[in-house]
């Protein structure tokens, strides 16, 4: 009976986080956007760090794209992202870093290729990278949608 009790508030949050998760894929993406330079800035994560997209539209069609990520003071993350006072103490670490940057690019490539986020999948090893992506690329899509391009 008190394993009952301590996996019911479990089971209530597993419940909330499926919805969540089934509610966050019903937003309808745009046919196509207005032409136009448009730029987003993600959340931030737990370190402040965030990324930022910004597309070129022509014809409707999303015809240029950039991801970059950024630390919480601004600098670009780059080879010392995921190092600690310069040195690599933890390897592991050090690498799903680098691997999270070493995707943005890709991120980018695919949303030209496919014209919608919501058919890119994320990489493994950089998650991250990808919710922040497509938190910017949202944000865009209203803004295209609005017009409130460049």
Not at 33 to 39: N, V
Not at 82 to 102: L, M, P, S
């Amino acid at each position: 009976m008190a394993w009952q009790q301590a996996v019911r508030p479990f089971g209530l949050f597993v419940v909330a986080a499926a919805l969540t998760l089934s509610l966050a894929g019903c937003r309808d993406e745009p046919e196509a956007l207005k032409d136009g330079s448009y730029q987003a800035r993600s959340a931030g994560d737990e370190d402040g760090s965030y990324g930022e997209v910004t597309l070129k539209v022509a014809g409707g069609k999303i015809t240029e794209c950039t991801y970059t990520s950024h630390l919480k003071d601004g600098s670009l993350k780059g080879a010392d992202y995921g190092k600690v006072h310069g040195e690599i103490r933890d390897t592991r670490r050090y690498e799903k870093a680098q691997a999270g940057i070493a995707h943005l690019n890709d991120y980018a490539r695919a949303l030209v290729m496919l014209q919608r986020v919501s058919q890119i999948d994320a990489i493994s090893g950089a998650t991250l990278a990808y919710d922040q992506f497509s938190d910017c690329v949202w944000q865009i899509y209203e803004k295209a949608d609005a017009g409130a391009g460049k």
